[in-house]
């Protein structure tokens, strides 16, 4: 947030920005605590087998995981300098937890594309990263099942829906 928005913007614990008037003072904050971070990796079986901490972990005993898988995860972001910026941060934030993440650089007409096929809107991602305008008002209709994007007229609004992750909860 320093570096890329020149400190003109919050780091956000939840999807609600912290200054807004529906905010919960009392939510969980999250530091940035890579030793912390670590110590939790360990005790869940993602753990550091060759003592160098610039190799990605490897996991033991992680339930539904083999053992010996690296931690490496593929994010999605827009070629945009900005963007790319954004995503060096984060390959080097969670390097220093032994997590790698690979980045994929994709034009914006490529990633915000529709379809089943389409990075973000068809489902084709493991994680992604890319602005959304926000409001006062919580936008909770982000993250309702009607709002899941696919071919109509399984999908209320077909390639239209702005839930590109699939929430889907009854209680919610």
């Known amino acids: 947030v320093d570096e890329v928005f020149a400190g003109k913007s919050l780091v956000p614990d939840t999807y609600i920005s912290p200054k807004s008037p529906l905010a919960d003072p009392q ?5 940035f605590n890579p030793q912390e971070a670590n110590r939790l990796l ?13 190799t990605p972990r490897q996991s033991q005993a992680v339930a539904g995981v083999p053992d010996g898988t690296i931690f490496q995860i593929p994010l999605l972001i827009v070629d945009d300098p900005e963007t790319q910026r954004i995503g060096q941060i984060l390959v080097d934030s969670l390097a220093q937890c032994g997590i790698s993440l690979e980045l994929k650089n994709l034009p914006g007409e490529q990633l915000f ?22 409001a006062w008002q919580p936008p909770c209709f ?14 209320q609004k077909g390639w239209a829906g702005s839930n590109p992750s699939g929430y889907s909860s009854p209680d919610f």
């Open 42 to 54: 360990d005790t869940v079986g993602w753990l550091d087998a060759d003592g160098n901490q610039g």
């Open 113 to 134: 594309n529709a379809g089943a096929g389409a990075p973000l809107f068809g489902r084709n991602f493991t994680l992604v990263e890319f602005g959304w305008s926000g």
């Open 27 to 31: 939510v969980k904050r999250y530091s």
């Open 142 to 155: 982000l993250y309702t099942s009607r709002e899941i994007p696919g071919p109509y007229p399984q999908f």
